[in-house]
């Protein structure tokens, strides 16, 4: 399968660009992602300094660009799998951002590799500590809330909560199929046990969708061996 290259002029050194004109100051949020560097490190992306809106849009225009959103580009069209795509927009917004956060809910799951069933992936989701503000934007949500030191890990390079962390956040956030979907395949691949997630849950006694998450972690079954058999438990249940 082909897979995109990052265009060689925007990783060439200054001096090597001549070939591609340079008018007006690009915004350092401008960036081209490659598919090498999706789940990767952040510090990989080059930045596209230098090129013109003009220069830009020719690219886009022409094939050569994709915008994946604005400021940021891929050099081949969008991967067709939903997750993939949402993997290029944590890392073009993550880079973006002028505040640390950490990645969070349906965008962890997509960095930690968990499966996700009627969950929309249209904005990134990360976390910051108080005192901040819960924000949401056209392809951001700000979420607001304690995180403890061993409620962070690294995925690729980039700052995710825990998979307890993201799996709790999910319980307390999807509705209540969704989330089941997501915490039975998790215990069926053994990535997550059950006594971890109670454990977390006292923790979390009182924050909004608590209720909710203990009653999707209590009805979660490692057994249901597909999203249609996790589904279907719901329905024979309500």
């Known amino acids: 399968e082909h897979e995109p290259q990052l265009d060689p002029a925007a990783a060439a050194p200054e001096a090597d660009r001549s070939a591609v004109p340079s008018t007006t100051p690009r915004s350092s949020n401008d960036v081209p992602i490659t598919s090498r560097e999706v789940g990767r490190t952040a510090s990989a992306i080059a930045r596209m300094a230098g090129w013109s809106d003009d220069e830009l849009g020719r690219l886009v225009r022409s094939g050569e660009l994709t915008r994946l959103r604005r400021g940021?580009?891929?050099?081949?069209?969008?991967?067709?799998?939903?997750a993939e795509r949402h993997r290029l927009l944590v890392v073009a917004t993550l880079a973006g951002l002028r505040r640390d956060a950490v990645v969070s809910h349906q965008s962890a799951a997509v960095l930690h590799g968990l499966p996700l069933w009627?969950?929309?992936?249209d904005r990134v989701h990360v976390t910051r500590r108080p005192p901040a503000s819960n924000d949401t934007?056209?392809?951001?949500?700000?979420?607001?809330?304690?995180?403890?030191?061993?409620?962070?890990?690294?995925?690729?390079?980039?700052?995710?909560?825990?998979?307890?962390?993201?799996?709790?956040?999910?319980?307390?956030?999807?509705?209540?199929?969704?989330?089941?979907?997501?915490?039975?395949?998790?215990?069926?691949?053994?990535?997550l046990h059950r006594d971890a997630l109670r454990a977390r849950l006292f923790d979390l006694a009182g924050a909004p969708g608590s209720r909710a998450a203990a009653r999707a972690v209590d009805f979660a079954d490692g057994r249901s061996e597909s999203v249609g058999e996790s589904r279907s438990r719901v329905v024979l249940h309500r």
């Open 118 to 121: 009627d969950v929309p992936l």
């Open 72 to 82: 940021a580009y891929v050099n081949a069209v969008l991967p067709p799998d939903p």
């Open 137 to 191: 934007g056209r392809v951001l949500r700000c979420h607001v809330a304690r995180l403890r030191d061993d409620e962070i890990g690294e995925v690729d390079g980039l700052r995710v909560t825990s998979l307890v962390r993201t799996a709790l956040d999910l319980a307390r956030s999807l509705p209540h199929e969704a989330a089941v979907v997501t915490l039975d395949a998790a215990l069926r691949q053994g990535r």
